[in-house]
């Protein structure tokens, strides 16, 4: 089976984590241990932000920044429903409640008249989803932030070295947050990262990835134990050296893909609009024709074939159980793209063979169903 998402680990990585078990320094009290902070001062770099901070997952990046943006009991905070869930549950754990936007139905991400939609006077922050890697049209959602006076912060656990209008994702939000769990485009095993141009917002996110800890044993906000361990921080390290590397495979394979898919008239291969890189987590087909029964066949056949294709999202957010809102949000396009997408793998390892037949199996499993007419 040709795994949808395989993290890349070698010897390098391996030394990395085996140097620090010897240093005997494995964390550190204040997340700052020696790698941690090699981390951050490296991914601060990568991107073109004033500041990194290293946390423990993707998804204690998005509480911590939400806190530092003061989300609280009575706030909301603009999200799309077309995501996983994580993003909702940093904007619960807060207190706050998420509002639901649709997307654009190419680029799976927020648009900025459907966030305008959704902002209320209780509105504290926007927070869009670069989705498969794709960065969201962050010019228009800037300028609604500003106009309404809200925080930006960006979920961009699929999207390290996206980038958008010429400039990193990482750099261009009031904060941006990383995923650097085993699926990502570089990982840690577990882990996270902030990053920030607002030396007040990271100040705040060391504070509360520490307790809320001003100074040792001195809490002056309610924070957490968000600490980036230093065997997670050393294997970050070297992951992030070899990141440029694993972009150029991605980009590679997924140009290789469309050059062979497009051609086929029942489905739609990914686009990358000309102002933005996608940073290629995964590659996203949509089956045009609106049958759930037909898209998880097709997913079903491809996986008899040794193909690890996978379906995000099945469910948006907004239908969850635990996020049912009344009067339900009118999200016609993620409701779509719920019932359409279906992803296969594109990462640094899927060799050209495995594209060739990845591509066969497609092509083998829509000819087998002949009335998924587009």
Same mark, same amino acid.
């Given at each position: 089976?040709?795994?949808?998402?395989?993290?890349?680990?070698?010897?390098?990585?391996?030394?990395?984590?085996?140097?620090?078990?010897?240093?005997?320094?494995?964390?550190?009290?204040?997340?700052?241990?020696?790698?941690?902070?090699?981390?951050?001062?490296?991914?601060?770099?990568?991107?073109?932000?004033?500041?990194?901070?290293?946390?423990?997952?993707?998804?204690?990046?998005?509480?911590?920044?939400?806190?530092?943006?003061?989300?609280?009991?009575?706030?909301?905070?603009? #999200?799309?429903?077309? +995501?996983?869930?994580? !993003? @909702? *549950?940093? =904007?619960?754990?807060?207190?706050?409640?998420? /509002?639901? %936007?649709? #997307?654009?139905?190419? +680029?799976?991400?927020? !648009? @900025? *008249?459907? =966030?305008?939609?959704?902002?209320?006077?209780? /509105?504290? %922050?926007?927070?869009?989803?670069?989705?498969?890697?794709?960065? @969201?049209?962050?010019?228009?959602?800037?300028?609604?932030?500003?106009?309404?006076?809200?925080?930006?912060?960006?979920?961009?656990?699929?999207?390290?070295?996206?980038?958008?209008?010429?400039?990193?994702?990482?750099?261009?939000?009031?904060?941006?947050?990383?995923?650097?769990?085993?699926?990502?485009?570089?990982?840690?095993?577990?882990?996270?990262?902030?990053?920030?141009?607002?030396?007040?917002?990271?100040?705040?996110?060391?504070?509360?990835?520490?307790?809320?800890?001003?100074?040792?044993?001195?809490?002056?906000?309610?924070?957490?134990?968000?600490?980036?361990?230093?065997?997670?921080?050393?294997?970050?390290?070297?992951?992030?050296?070899?990141?440029?590397?694993?972009?150029?495979?991605?980009?590679?394979?997924?140009?290789?893909?469309?050059?062979?898919?497009?051609?086929?008239?029942?489905?739609?291969?990914?686009?990358?609009?000309?102002?933005?890189?996608?940073?290629?987590?995964?590659?996203?087909?949509?089956?045009?024709?609106?049958?759930?029964?037909?898209?998880?066949?097709?997913?079903?056949?491809?996986?008899?074939?040794?193909?690890?294709?996978?379906?995000?999202?099945?469910?948006?957010?907004?239908?969850?159980?635990?996020?049912?809102?009344?009067?339900?949000?009118?999200?016609?396009?993620?409701?779509?793209?719920?019932?359409?997408?279906?992803?296969?793998?594109?990462?640094?390892?899927?060799?050209?063979?495995?594209?060739?037949?990845?591509?066969?199996?497609?092509?083998?499993?829509?000819?087998?169903?002949?009335?998924?007419?587009?």
């Amino acid at each position: 089976m040709i795994p949808i998402n395989r993290p890349d680990i070698g010897q390098e990585e391996a030394d990395a984590v085996l140097k620090v078990l010897k240093s005997g320094v494995i964390t550190d009290k204040s997340g700052a241990g020696p790698r941690a902070t090699e981390l951050e001062a490296n991914f601060a770099r990568y991107v073109g932000a004033k500041h990194a901070i290293a946390v423990t997952s993707g998804t204690a990046a998005l509480h911590a920044a939400l806190l530092a943006a003061g989300a609280k009991t009575g706030d909301e905070v603009v #999200i799309p429903a077309f +995501t996983f869930h994580a !993003t @909702a *549950e940093a =904007v619960r754990l807060t207190g706050a409640t998420p /509002t639901f %936007a649709d #997307i654009n139905p190419t +680029t799976y991400t927020v !648009t @900025a *008249e459907t =966030v305008k939609a959704a902002i209320t006077s209780r /509105t504290k %922050a926007i927070m869009p989803v670069h989705l498969y890697g794709m960065p @969201a049209d962050l010019s228009e959602l800037q300028e609604l932030a500003r106009e309404h006076g809200l925080v930006l912060v960006e979920d961009a656990a699929q999207a390290h070295g996206a980038e958008y209008k010429g400039s990193m994702i990482g750099s261009i939000g009031d904060m941006t947050c990383f995923s650097f769990y085993a699926s990502k485009n570089m990982t840690t095993g577990e882990g996270g990262l902030v990053t920030t141009n607002h030396d007040e917002y990271a100040e705040q996110l060391r504070m509360l990835r520490t307790h809320g800890e001003q100074r040792p044993y001195w809490p002056v906000a309610i924070g957490n134990n968000y600490h980036l361990d230093e065997m997670r921080a050393a294997l970050g390290c070297v992951q992030l050296k070899r990141l440029p590397g694993f972009l150029q495979k991605r980009r590679g394979n997924a140009k290789l893909l469309t050059s062979r898919l497009a051609t086929l008239n029942r489905i739609d291969c990914p686009q990358e609009p000309a102002d933005r890189k996608s940073a290629w987590n995964l590659y996203t087909i949509r089956l045009r024709s609106r049958s759930v029964q037909e898209r998880n066949a097709l997913v079903t056949k491809l996986h008899e074939a040794g193909v690890g294709a996978a379906t995000y999202y099945e469910a948006p957010i907004h239908k969850m159980p635990i996020y049912l809102q009344t009067p339900q949000p009118r999200l016609p396009e993620t409701d779509r793209a719920c019932d359409q997408v279906f992803s296969i793998p594109v990462h640094q390892n899927v060799s050209q063979q495995e594209l060739e037949l990845e591509v066969r199996e497609i092509e083998r499993a829509l000819s087998a169903n002949p009335k998924a007419a587009s």
